[in-house]
């Protein structure tokens, strides 16, 4: 009998060994098939490696004794109330091992929460429980939540404390490998991060916080379903795949091309969805033609750099980034592999602001663009172009039946009807969208009689298709329909109810009836509309009033805002709304002073100008505003106060970004229905009005307020506030000891409040606070203790802080940080222990505290994805905090040795750091190598090895005196950083990256002719600088001084050129290059016809670092305008009077594929 039982107990451990290899190999092949498939179904999450039979959203793993009657009792009902189906084990029997009911439960769950609580570790069973977890966490990417209840997470790691004494209890007659199997759980999920009893004084908001989350990552898990029922896309998406071509490493743009109305938005959506996933980030910008336009003038800098900032700022996931020049973006991109869809592009300057060339993106990157122009696309060098096609009848019928019928096919009986109804409406899918939404749930007999009208109506254009649905709206809907398409489209659906509620009964009801009718779109909380429909509202409204634009219901058209506003009493009682969008008008609005004296009515006024111009004229000042007024924003306002006789009881949102205000009114106004003050960039802004009234008052932004010296004592009444935005308020001095009562706010930006010398203890009150950043207050000496109460912090921001004199030990105990950012703290020698408190950390920057020397040992931050020590001069050696780190920044640091430990970071995607011989001898650290420092070696000869580093961007040899020679550099290389290298003689490379930006041989005198020609032959597209004392003769044309003239080839004049630009300099000897700064060169090209400047082709500034005789500077410009004369003039200026240029030269580059611009500004990196 013990025989037989043998042979049962190694058959059970057979087939369970078994069973993890099939989970194993199961979990692996479905995440490679994920991979795989990627390019013909919507991406899977990493949770598709579970087993299909998912049973359960949640398994919690627990102690009853300890949390079953109270917390536990609390968090079932919270996942209950949510819909959250969670596996109970009241019918199963408790034993010392756990059964395969409970293994298969696990296995069936799709998140495991394992509730730690003092006595979890009692429990044999628990402990089994949580071996299963952790081991399908491992083989199956099972989602583990913890959730620590008044125990702690060092405990349960190290089993120290009560709880490891009732650990060892447990532990007593059990064997060594059953004991392992237990200490290896506990210190694995003790490092995933999770919510500390501790931490949370209301255990209520605590429970709300852990359900939310959960069922956000639930929702993850969830089958995407938006595209179900899309007819004609698996056509699209064949046709698509063979201009993406995903397997090419090259970066592609692909444009996609068609009439309004026709899908080419779905068709992006479509592709985004299926592909993201398979991108290190992605952006998908919406309809940039009507919610990100800027100047039609590409000189227009100041608006390329809020569409950038627009941009960046979505695509890392970083509010309120700051980019100082439009080099940023592709600084921050070139090197990483991403999916970028502009939709609904109308202007050249935007893709030049967001897409200008491939080699701003990584290798692998598509960037899909959507538009109606195709000329647009064709003069951005866009060759793969997807014309996208009306459907044939088949598809359209189908379309039509997915909004009449909820499905491809007619119901039985309507079939003759519905293929009427689409013979009538046409094949545009739009058309067919809103018809379909209007003969939904009608009968029979309904259908015949519409077909009739509709018949009677129609004219074949979509104008009159479109209107046939408005038509059938009840009045309030059409109302509704006006708003939205004169003044609200793409707001958010709170936005929509705060300005609308009080005017429209169930405004969310309201909103739904529209898009049950496909008149508008709800996606993300924001109303869309689409274009045709917009046309289509705005065209009714102009025929409200024909001839007398100031009768209508909403003034929309510049040129009719300009005819109204300039007449005393052109505007009447039927304005509510005002939009005007100065973005391709360079007219000067003189608006009267009685101008809006007829306007009682008016409650949406509109002044947008992203063009950082004030173009808006006020002669005689205004003598009365609306009193119904519930949003006003006008950017640049004029006024240095408002009338005197406004009221703003109904204001809802204030917005008066660089107005020129000093104060708002004289007078205390009631403010109950405000809800956001923005006041950005009023720099002559002296003081806020009283706020006692500004009870709802969510948002408040004076950033760039420079002039503003305090906040009132009455912001301390505006309880609600959730955002505060003062950075750039450099006169600011304090903050009142009210803004304590604001105990919901939850962001607080103080950046460059250079003034401010500390914040009021009352800080602390505001409990709630995520975002605290307080980057370049220089005056700063400490931070209140009080302010330790915000435990629920996750971006601590403190760089530049010079003053601070120590680190606060309270950021230990901000458990929930995922951003810490302390670059250039003086004070910082020693990074404190306490940071291994800070489980959730993602970004730790250090960058420039030039006396840390030390970083704790013995922590493991586990989800830590960027570790940033450049520039920490002191640092020898780097401890391995995390194995999950992506990015890594060493430069400028003394470390050398790179540990071995590096070999298994699996994340590790850009390492930059010092030249080390050892690094040869880890080819996983060399494959991950972008920018590599060598900087005052000692070495004559590069080693060979530096070759195999393929992804090596960037190669920086400065004071390297005793460098003879180069050796053949990796061809992913695009800047070359060699100055001060005064032995340098040979170069054994080519530059054969097209993508090369700059090269750099300041001072290396000692170069052969060889490696001159090679530089001044390269193809680099920002600039180049090696000695010489003239003009390289491959350059064709030269000349003495600063200017000079090309002459063309008359007969064959292509449609774009591009040229490399050389100058020397001349030393007038009185005074030093050093103290110069940056230089400044301007190159202006002209079109010269008989001897006559017939027009200016391009204007553009170089910068470099230094003035230098005896060197040559090159760089290369594009023309890519139309040029009709045979002749260009070259005119170079430098920013210097003690400067001049000695000699010129120019270089037309024959063959140029890729389109190509120069970069708008070069600051040193």
């Known amino acids: 009998m013990d025989f037989y039982v043998f042979l049962g107990t190694v058959a059970a451990t057979f087939f369970t060994l078994l069973s993890t290899i099939f989970y194993m190999i199961y979990g692996k092949f479905r995440v490679q098939e994920t991979i795989i498939t990627t390019s013909s179904s919507p991406p899977t999450s990493p949770q598709s490696s579970l087993s299909c039979n998912q049973k359960h959203d949640v398994f919690p793993s627990f102690h009853g004794a300890d949390v079953r009657k109270a917390f536990l009792s609390h968090i079932l009902k919270e996942f209950k109330r949510k819909g959250i189906d969670t596996f109970i084990d009241n019918n199963i029997e408790r034993s010392k091992s756990i059964g395969p009911e409970l293994i298969e439960a696990i296995r069936g769950s799709k998140i495991a929460v394992v509730l730690l609580s003092k006595d979890y570790a009692s429990s044999s069973w ?46 007593m007659g059990k064997t060594n490998k059953v004991i392992r199997k237990w200490i290896e759980a506990l210190s694995e999920v003790a490092t995933i991060a999770g919510e500390h009893s501790r931490n949370w004084d209301n255990e209520a908001a605590m429970i709300e916080k852990i359900s939310t989350d959960i069922s956000n990552k639930l929702n993850k898990f969830t089958p995407v379903r938006d595209f179900d029922g899309l007819v004609g896309m698996g056509a699209h998406m064949e046709k698509l795949e063979l201009l993406l071509c995903l397997d090419s490493c090259e970066v592609r743009m692909i444009g996609i091309w068609g009439p309004p109305g026709i899908g080419k938005t779905t068709i992006v959506r479509f592709l985004y969805n299926q592909l993201s996933s398979s991108f290190e980030l992605s952006i998908f910008m919406e309809n940039i033609k009507t919610m990100h336009t800027i100047l039609a003038s590409s000189d227009d800098y100041s608006a390329k750099l809020i569409l950038q900032r627009q941009f960046l700022s979505k695509i890392l996931d970083h509010k309120d980034i700051e980019i100082p020049h439009l080099r940023v973006l592709q600084e921050r991109l070139y090197n990483k592999k991403v999916l970028v869809v502009l939709d609904d592009v109308d202007q050249s300057v935007q893709l030049d602001a967001l897409a200008k060339e491939t080699r701003w993106f990584g290798p692998r990157s598509r960037i899909l663009i959507t538009t109606q122009d195709r000329k647009l696309l064709k003069a ?10 009306l459907p044939n009848s088949d598809d359209a019928l189908q379309i039509f039946c997915m909004y009449a019928f909820g499905q491809k096919t007619p119901y039985d009986g ?14 545009l899918p739009l058309g067919l969208r809103v018809v379909g939404s209007y003969f939904r749930e009608m009968s029979k007999q309904e259908w015949k009689k519409e077909i009739s009208r509709l018949s009677a109506r129609l004219d074949g254009k979509i104008e009159s298709i479109l209107k046939f649905s408005y038509d059938a709206l009840c009045d309030e809907d059409k109302d509704l329909f006006l708003h939205i398409a004169c003044f609200f489209n793409h707001g958010s659906i709170e936005a929509l109810e705060d300005f609308l509620g009080k005017t429209f009964l169930d405004i969310a009801q309201r909103l739904h009836v529209l898009a ?35 009768q209508r219901q909403f003034i929309v058209d510049v040129r009719d805002i300009f005819q109204v506003l300039a007449d005393d009493t052109a505007g009447g009682r039927s304005v509510i709304g005002i939009d005007l969008y100065l973005y391709q008008n360079d007219d000067v609005l003189n608006i009267s002073e009685k101008a809006f004296e007829g306007m009682s009515n008016l409650q949406f006024l509109r002044f947008r100008d992203f063009g950082n111009r004030e173009i808006v004229c006020l002669p005689h000042s205004l003598t009365y505003l609306s009193q119904k007024l519930r949003l006003l924003h006008w950017d640049y306002f004029p006024m240095t106060c408002f009338p005197s006789k406004f009221n703003p009881e109904f204001l809802v949102e204030l917005n008066m970004r660089w107005s020129k205000l000093e104060k708002l009114w004289e007078e205390i106004q009631p403010l109950r229905n405000l809800k956001r003050m923005i006041l950005s960039n009023s720099r002559n802004l002296k003081e806020l009005p009283d706020l006692s009234s500004a009870t709802n008052l969510e948002v408040l932004t004076l950033n760039g307020c420079s002039s503003l010296v305090e906040l009132p004592f009455s912001i301390g009444y505006a309880i609600n506030l959730q955002r505060i935005n003062l950075s750039f308020c450099s006169n600011l001095v304090e903050l009142p000891s009210s803004i304590g009562n604001a105990t919901n706010l939850k962001e607080l930006h103080l950046t460059y409040c250079s003034s401010l010398m500390e914040l009021p203890s009352s800080i602390g009150n505001c409990t709630n606070l995520k975002m605290l950043d307080l980057s370049l207050c220089s005056n700063l000496i400490k931070l209140p203790s009080s302010i330790r109460n915000a435990i629920k912090l996750e971006a601590f921001i403190l760089a530049g802080c010079e003053s601070l004199k120590e680190l606060p030990s309270f950021i230990g105990k901000a458990t929930n940080l995922m951003i810490l950012d302390l670059r250039h703290l003086p004070c910082l020698v020693e990074l404190p222990s306490f940071i291994g408190n800070l489980h959730k950390l993602t970004k730790l920057s250090l960058r420039g505290c030039k006396k840390l020397q030390v970083l ?25 905090i995390s194995t999950n780190i992506k990015r890594l920044y060493l430069r400028g640091t003394q470390i050398e040795e790179v540990s071995s430990s590096l070999r298994s970071w699996p994340r590790l995607q850009n390492l930059q750091m010092v030249y080390s011989e050892n690094l040869s001898e880890f080819s996983h650290v060399l494959e991950r190598i972008t920018v590599l420092e060598l900087r005052d070696i000692n070495i004559r000869e590069m080693t060979p090895w530096l070759n195999r580093i393929t992804r090596l961007r960037r190669l920086k040899l400065s004071g390297c005196g005793k460098l003879v020679s180069l050796p053949q550099l990796p061809d992913s290389l695009t800047i070359l950083d060699a100055d001060n290298c005064g032995s340098l003689e040979r170069l054994g490379c080519s530059f054969n990256n097209p993508n090369i930006r700059h090269l750099d041989f300041t001072n290396c005198l000692k170069l052969d002719k060889e490696a001159r020609d090679l530089i001044i032959q390269a193809t680099a597209r920002n600039y180049s600088i090696l000695p010489s004392r003239e003009v390289h003769e491959y350059i064709t044309n030269r000349a003495i001084g600063n200017s000079l003239t090309v002459k063309l080839n008359q007969r064959a004049l292509p449609t774009s050129m591009r040229f490399k630009a050389c100058i020397v300099l001349a030393d007038k000897g009185d005074h030093e290059a050093s103290n110069e700064g940056r230089m400044e060169v301007c190159l202006t090209i002209m079109e010269r016809q008989n001897d006559f400047i017939t027009s200016t082709c391009v204007s553009k500034n170089h910068s470099f670092r230094d003035f230098l005789t005896e060197h040559l500077y090159t760089f290369e410009v594009l023309v890519d305008v139309e040029v009709t004369s045979d002749e260009l003039v070259f005119d170079f200026k430098l920013n210097s009077e003690k400067w001049e240029i000695g000699e010129c030269g120019v270089l037309e580059l024959k063959n140029h594929v890729q389109t190509f611009s120069e970069i708008d500004s070069w600051d040193n990196y």
């Open 126 to 171: 628990c402990l089994n429980e949580l071996v299963e977890i952790m081991k399908c966490r491992k083989m199956l990417d099972q989602t583990v939540m913890t959730i620590f209840y008044e125990v702690d997470p060092t405990d349960v790691k190290k089993q120290t404390g009560d709880f490891g004494k009732v650990f060892k209890k447990t532990c």
């Open 380 to 389: 951005h060098r866009i060759n793969n172009i997807y014309k996208v096609d």
């Open 414 to 427: 309507f079939y003759k009807l519905a293929r009427e109804v689409t013979s009538l409406v046409g094949e």
């Open 516 to 550: 049950e009718k496909s008149l508008i779109s709800i996606n993300s909380s924001y109303v869309k509309m689409h274009d045709s429909l917009v046309q289509l509202g705005r065209e009714i409204v102009r025929k409200q009033s024909v001839r007398e634009p100031g």
């Open 856 to 880: 704790p040992t013995n922590i493991n931050l586990e989800f830590l994805d960027e570790l940033d020590l450049t520039d920490c001069i002191l640092l020898k050696t780097f401890p391995a």
